[in-house]
Nanobody, 122 residues
Framework: QVRLVESGGGWVQAGGSLRLSCDAS??????MGWFRQAPGNEREFVAG????????LYHDSVRGRFTISRDNANTTVYLQMNNLKPEDTAVYYC?????????????????WGQGTKVTVSS
């Protein structure tokens, strides 16, 4: 069974940093993405990366603060989050896609992790 497991969430003060990790149980995923969902909001795209890492997309609100990367040898995807703001508070989800095209739509991803919570206090 394909599994994605996120880790690295927690509590941080505004301006701080966190690094999220997503471990995949197999190397079947091509493009990968991070999404987040705050209470009462829809799940939104945060960042995505192609298999090679050459294509990286970001939501406008995180560009310049967040960096997505991947280690294909260890089937791990990372999200480095710097200069965190209270509005970044959400549950963050890792998602995998078999097609190597980075997209922003949650419904286009094939597998999802259970999420890791990030809380940023002001």
């Amino acid at each position: 069974q394909v599994r994605l497991v996120e880790s690295g969430g927690g509590w941080v003060q505004a301006g701080g940093s966190l690094r999220l990790s997503c471990d995949a149980s197999e190397r079947t995923f091509s493009s990968m993405g991070w999404f987040r969902q705050a209470p009462g909001n829809e799940r939104e795209f945060v960042a995505g990366i192609s298999w090679s890492g050459r294509t990286r997309l970001y939501h406008d609100s995180v560009r310049g603060r967040f960096t997505i990367s991947r280690d294909n040898a260890n089937t791990t995807v990372y999200l480095q989050m710097n200069n965190l703001k209270p509005e970044d508070t959400a549950v963050y989800y890792c998602a995998g896609r078999r097609v190597n095209i980075v997209v922003r739509t949650p419904g286009d991803y094939d597998y999802w992790g259970q999420g890791t919570k990030v809380t940023v206090s002001s």
